[in-house]
């Protein structure tokens, strides 16, 4: 079965980075598209960014585009999300997820219900 584990939350303040990663259990990540989700207290779950299985594509929210980027290290079957100029407004539960067996155009758009195998999430607070 398939399992992730995020690792790499924490307490920075405004305008740090972190990275955040993605590790696999029990199976190879190549096979997967992997998104990165978050959420914040009282508002629904958001994608942020999401990856092909290939490494050569990636997408992200608006809201991270420029300070975030994704990619994927196969030798380690882990995928990171490395966060800089982080917000106040990034705080939250990040989360990722392994796409489901659909097209990239359809991955890329970040419904979580494209995605399953969700980690238990590691926790980002940016605060002053």
């Known amino acids: 079965q398939l399992q992730l584990v995020e690792s790499g939350g924490g307490l920075v303040q405004p305008g740090g980075s972190l990275r955040l990663s993605c590790a696999a259990s029990?199976?190879?990540?190549?096979?997967?598209?992997i998104g990165w989700f978050r959420q914040a207290p009282g508002k629904e779950r958001e994608g942020v960014s999401c990856?092909?299985?290939?490494?050569?594509?990636?997408n992200y929210a608006d809201s991270v585009k420029g300070r975030f980027t994704i990619s994927r290290d196969s030798a380690k079957n882990t995928v990171y999300l490395q966060m800089n100029n982080l917000k106040p407004q990034d705080t939250a539960v990040y989360y990722c997820?392994?796409?489901?067996?659909?097209?990239?155009?359809?991955?890329?758009?970040?419904?979580?219900?494209?995605?399953?195998?969700w980690g238990q999430g590691t926790q980002v607070t940016v605060s002053s």
């Open positions: 997820a392994a796409g489901r067996p659909l097209p990239w155009v359809t991955l890329a758009t970040m419904r979580g219900a494209d995605f399953g195998s």
């Open positions: 029990g199976f190879t990540l190549d096979y997967y598209a």
């Open positions: 990856i092909s299985s290939s490494g050569g594509s990636t």
